[in-house]
């Protein structure tokens, strides 16, 4: 074969494969999904937290977990227009995101350590927006039933990120910058944060209003 | 509705036509199996809502807009940016004349749901094991297989109402009566949910305003009309007397609810006002099953 044909050749080739190599390498937001994923049904079927006494042990190696995949100070921050975000001060801001962020982890977490059934995760589908932007698809299998999650995800810090949920196509940022905009026209920064800090009160003395 | 004579006297071929019709769909069917990959899957994450959700790329104006100072030094602006953007797109609102009105049925459903709705499905569910409940759920859901297929063909979803049929045959043939769900072995023949009030979506008549009925819970002016509509279809209307269909319809509810027991809870749980979050919630989840 002519030399001349053959190194442009070699250059494409290689800059296929170290360009694949390069995607393989920082873009897979799903794979980076399915192991905490994987860890947290882990925790949940552990037979060593069923006692009840371990349950706190239980959702503190959850928390760990969830930490890792979650980028809890985007979602809160999202939560809120950028005008309501302005307004806070920065110790509002703080607050806010904290006890957001323990709001949102003590509710979900109550509901599956109480009613965890060997749900299945299947992972359907990754997208990526742009190189450090994704959107996972995933569903829950519950016995006859299938609950479509899905993931937006970011690349920060060296990692792929969850930034929004979608259950069953509603937005999890969406629906709280609702909420959070009705309120805080009718009452101030502080009254959100201990209204959600009461909240987690109620979650903590037992079961909250809802039964 | 016109629909169903059209459809009555669509199946009412020769059996000889149908077989032929079958195969076609079949092969068909069979041919996208290997393409499905690509093709249905993506569809799941339905790329015309992503557009509408992220609207990517930023207006210069938007760009001006951003934190020059962002505090937390955390976040570049253009995640920002998008982080906003995604927050708005899914910040979904309708308009709500009868709010007063609907808190109360909200209050009356709420009630129903603990005091009667969950009791029920959690005794139903105790007593009748999980194979059996699915069975039923697989039963009604083929029995309703009319009213998807008959908003398919509306919608021009001809692959979709191709599934359907196929799905329908194979179910209630191998899958004795619809109870048993063969058709699930297939990821190319699963479906999704079809009805009237998604129909006039896609023609692009707009949700109207909120409604909450009394018993059939959260519901859009459109939607309500359509529920009129799909109605006629569904075998259980025409179950007589009366208080049986009613009852059917109850027991389909109970059993539906035996596999969701906590996620009403978990939901009001999470919320602040749980009757807004929800309106907002119904919304959104028809709002992207009209775009799918």
Known sequence: MNIKILIPACMVLMVLLFGASNLAH?????DELKGPVEQFIKILQDPQYSDASKKDLQREKLWEVARKIFDFAAISRGTLTRFRWKSFTPK?????TDVFTEFIGNTYFDKIQGEYHNEEIVFLNQEMLSETKARVTTKIQREALEIPVDYSMWFRKGSWKIFNVYVEGVSLLGNYRNEFERFLTKSS???????????IERQKKGEGEAK | MKQNSAEKSGTGLPVRHISIILLVLVIYI??????????????????????????????????????????EGDLTDEDLDFLYEEAEAGAVRVADPFEPLNRVMFHFNDKLYFWVLKPAARGYRYLIPAPVRAGVKNFFRNLTTPVRLANCILQGKFRSAGVEIVRFLMNSTAGMLGFGNPAQMYPQLSTKEEDLGQTFGTYGIGNGFYIVWPFLGPSSIRDSVGMIGDRFLNPITYVQ??????EITAYEKVNDISFRIGDYEIFKEASLDPYSAIRDAYIQNRNKKVEE
């Open chain 2, 30 to 71: 069979a041919g996208c199996a290997h393409n499905h990959k690509t093709t249905e899957v993506p569809s799941a994450a339905s790329p015309p809502s992503l557009h509408q959700n992220n609207q990517p790329a930023p207006s210069p104006a938007k760009q001006k807009t951003t934190d020059s100072k962002n505090e």
């Open chain 1, 26 to 30: 920082s873009a897979q937001p799903m």
């Open chain 1, 189 to 199: 920064a502080d009254e959100l944060i201990s209204e959600l800090k009461k909240k």
């Open chain 1, 92 to 96: 509002q801001r703080k607050d806010f």
């Open chain 2, 241 to 246: 007397p009366t208080e049986a269909s009613i």
